[in-house]
């Protein structure tokens, strides 16, 4: 089914362009929105039906198209780039795949599995209940809530996660990472020129790496926490706060020196080639 929707209002000087349609969509079925430049925000509300509202230039055509399990959405135009501002509600189990080149996403309350990229441009998500991918090379990124699997790529833009409980894997050139009140017991954050900030548990049997090229480490956890805890700085400095009684038990050439917290359960990685690192209580 293609539905193609240029509106009449285009010819109003002045009036800005609108698409507003909803349609029912059969379980299972996926979103992806194209969008080469504007905006994207998508929300979920309890029925089984999509409702797209868009504005955009009076020589965009929004074609809205479902095929077996995908919904898509895509702007066109005849010569140059569509810039559409999109509103979209979806049902809340549904999967939403989002791309762009200099596009604003924004996805609050989705269940399904979230994917976004976009070139330039920041990314929020609030509330997701399922699998996050997001990668952006221009622009910051934000997740807020979540409860399984959340994965970050990006060039050049800060990240930040707050209140995940879930697995966490987090890749960035240029910017500063920062994890407040999580909890997992899976965490790999790695930055080249920026800080690396976690705050959350440090679970029985977890893993957990924090690396940095040129930027501050901090780890901050509850005293008591049962970690193998491995540290390695060529050009910086080690602090650890009084609670966990750190006894160093292992110095190798290069500054790499390892010491267990409890009974070692846990496994911690802490690197930072120039810049200081320090275990803080929580």
């Not at 997740?143 to 894997?169: F, H, K, M, P």
């Not at 407040?180 to 893993?207: A, I, P």
């Not at 956890?221 to 540290?231: D, E, F, K, M, T």
């Given at each position: 089914?293609?539905?193609?929707?240029?509106?009449?209002?285009?010819?109003?000087?002045?009036?800005?362009?609108?698409?507003?349609?909803?349609?029912?969509?059969?379980?299972?079925?996926?979103?992806?929105?194209?969008?080469?430049?504007?905006?994207?925000?998508?929300?979920?509300?309890?029925?089984?039906?999509?409702?797209?509202?868009?504005?955009?230039?009076?020589?965009?055509?929004?074609?809205?198209?479902?095929?077996?399990?995908?919904?898509?959405?895509?702007?066109?135009?005849?010569?140059?780039?569509?810039?559409?501002?999109?509103?979209?509600?979806?049902?809340?189990?549904?999967?939403?795949?989002?791309?762009g080149v200099e596009n604003e996403v924004?996805?609050?309350?989705?269940?399904?599995?979230?994917r976004v990229e976009t070139v330039e441009?920041?990314?929020t998500v609030r509330a997701a209940g399922?699998?996050?991918?997001?990668?952006?090379?221009?622009?910051?990124?934000?997740?807020?809530?979540?409860?399984?699997?959340?994965?970050?790529?990006?060039?050049?833009?800060?990240?930040?996660?707050?209140?995940?409980?879930?697995?966490?894997?987090?890749?960035?050139?240029?910017?500063?990472?920062?994890?407040?009140?999580?909890?997992?017991?899976?965490?790999?954050?790695?930055?080249?020129?920026?800080?690396?900030?976690?705050?959350?548990?440090?679970?029985?049997?977890?893993?957990?790496?924090?690396?940095?090229?040129?930027?501050?480490?901090?780890?901050?956890?509850?005293?008591?926490?049962?970690?193998?805890?491995?540290?390695?700085?060529?050009?910086?400095?080690?602090?650890?706060?009084?609670?966990?009684?750190?006894?160093?038990?292992?110095?190798?050439?290069?500054?790499?020196?390892?010491?267990?917290?409890?009974?070692?359960?846990?496994?911690?990685?802490?690197?930072?080639?120039?810049?200081?690192?320090?275990?803080?209580?929580?």
């Amino acid at each position: 089914m293609l539905i193609a929707l240029p509106f009449a209002l285009a010819a109003v000087v002045g009036l800005q362009p609108q698409t507003d349609t909803t349609l029912t969509v059969p379980a299972g079925t996926r979103l992806e929105v194209s969008n080469f430049g504007g905006t994207t925000h998508i929300t979920a509300w309890e029925r089984n039906e999509v409702r797209i509202r868009a504005q955009h230039g009076s020589r965009d055509v929004i074609e809205i198209e479902l095929r077996g399990s995908v919904l898509s959405v895509e702007a066109e135009r005849g010569q140059g780039m569509p810039f559409v501002d999109y509103e979209i509600t979806v049902p809340r189990a549904m999967p939403v795949e989002v791309d762009g080149v200099e596009n604003e996403v924004t996805i609050e309350g989705v269940g399904g599995a979230i994917r976004v990229e976009t070139v330039e441009g920041g990314i929020t998500v609030r509330a997701a209940g399922g699998e996050v991918s997001l990668n952006s090379v221009e622009g910051d990124i934000t997740v807020d809530g979540g409860r399984t699997r959340i994965a970050i790529t990006s060039v050049d833009g800060t990240v930040l996660v707050t209140g995940a409980r879930g697995a966490v894997t987090v890749e960035t050139v240029d910017g500063d990472i920062t994890l407040e009140n999580v909890e997992s017991g899976d965490v790999d954050l790695g930055t080249v020129d920026g800080d690396v900030m976690y705050h959350g548990t440090v679970q029985d049997g977890g893993r957990y790496r924090l690396t940095t090229h040129d930027g501050d480490i901090v780890l901050a956890a509850a005293p008591g926490v049962n970690a193998a805890v491995s540290v390695a700085t060529f050009d910086g400095t080690f602090e650890a706060d009084p609670a966990f009684s750190v006894q160093v038990s292992q110095v190798r050439p290069g500054r790499r020196f390892s010491f267990t917290l409890g009974t070692g359960s846990a496994r911690v990685e802490l690197e930072s080639f120039e810049g200081m690192i320090r275990l803080e209580k929580r």
